[in-house]
């Protein structure tokens, strides 16, 4: 098994996930505060579902497949793609951070973990 990203005719495949994915469900407000302190809540009437994922043993090449799709394709944060899961399963996606690390564990093998937000739960 595996899973994929696209965007347009770009498609990276990456083993499965480690560890399980977790799923957080995130209601959008933002937290501002009158000039007298106290708190003003503005509801943005969105849900969003944000998953976390994690690669042990990439090798070299996954690694730099999956660099090349957030840098070149993704742009970071700014362009949403199509994530599909182990099971089949597509989400509309979206990296969550402007970052993306990568450890070292042996020669020519990286671990990874990224932060996603998706269309949908259930990932």
Request: proline letters at 6%.
């Amino acid at each position: 098994m595996s899973v994929t990203l696209t965007l347009d005719a770009v498609v990276v495949t990456l083993p499965d996930p480690v560890g399980g994915t977790p799923l957080t469900r995130v209601r959008r407000q933002v937290l501002s505060r009158t000039q007298s302190g106290l708190p003003v809540v503005h509801d943005l009437g969105v849900e969003t579902h944000e998953i976390e994922v994690a690669w042990e043993s990439l090798t070299a090449a996954e690694k730099d497949a999956l660099l090349g799709f957030f840098g070149d394709n993704a742009e970071g944060m700014l362009n949403p793609w199509i994530y599909t899961d182990e099971y089949g399963t597509d989400y509309a996606a979206r990296f969550l951070e402007p970052r993306l690390e990568f450890r070292k564990n042996a020669r020519d093998m990286y671990d990874a973990r990224v932060r996603l937000e998706l269309d949908a739960p259930g990932a």
